[in-house]
């Protein structure tokens, strides 16, 4: 049983926006720094942003800054990832993962502590 749950995942056609969330199943992250993550088919789990237990902090891949945030509430205990000006190699299944602050703000996924099942974006005219 996954102790993350992610929704938001979409068929989106390029140039587009979409707006993932991330929340715990049963219990707080308030204390867990938390990350974004995408695999495609045939390809390495990549990590995309990590955001720290205030929201006040957060790291991005070369390959997605400028164009994604990652922002959290934690009054409403969930992390969000917006996604603009969308292109076809974005297309993936998005992961959220927590792992404990202490290790900062890391985008390598073997850090994290806890994963979600994910879920799918898909980029197409």
């Known amino acids: 049983q996954s102790r993350l749950v992610e929704s938001g995942g979409d068929l989106v056609q390029p140039g587009g926006s979409l707006r993932l969330s991330c929340a715990p199943s049963g219990w707080s992250f308030t204390y867990y720094n938390i990350g974004w993550f995408r695999q495609a088919p045939g390809k390495e789990r990549e990590g995309l942003a990590c955001i720290d237990t205030s929201g006040d902090y957060a790291k991005y891949a070369d390959s997605v800054k400028g164009r994604f945030t990652i922002s959290r509430d934690n009054a409403q205990n969930t992390v969000h990832l917006q996604m603009d000006s969308l292109l076809p190699e974005d297309t993936a299944i998005y992961y959220c993962?927590?792992?404990?602050?202490?290790?900062?703000?890391?985008?390598?996924?073997?850090?994290?502590?806890?994963w979600g099942q994910g879920t799918q974006v898909t980029v197409s005219s």
């Open positions: 993962a927590a792992i404990s602050p202490g290790r900062g703000l890391s985008l390598r996924s073997r850090e994290y502590d806890f």
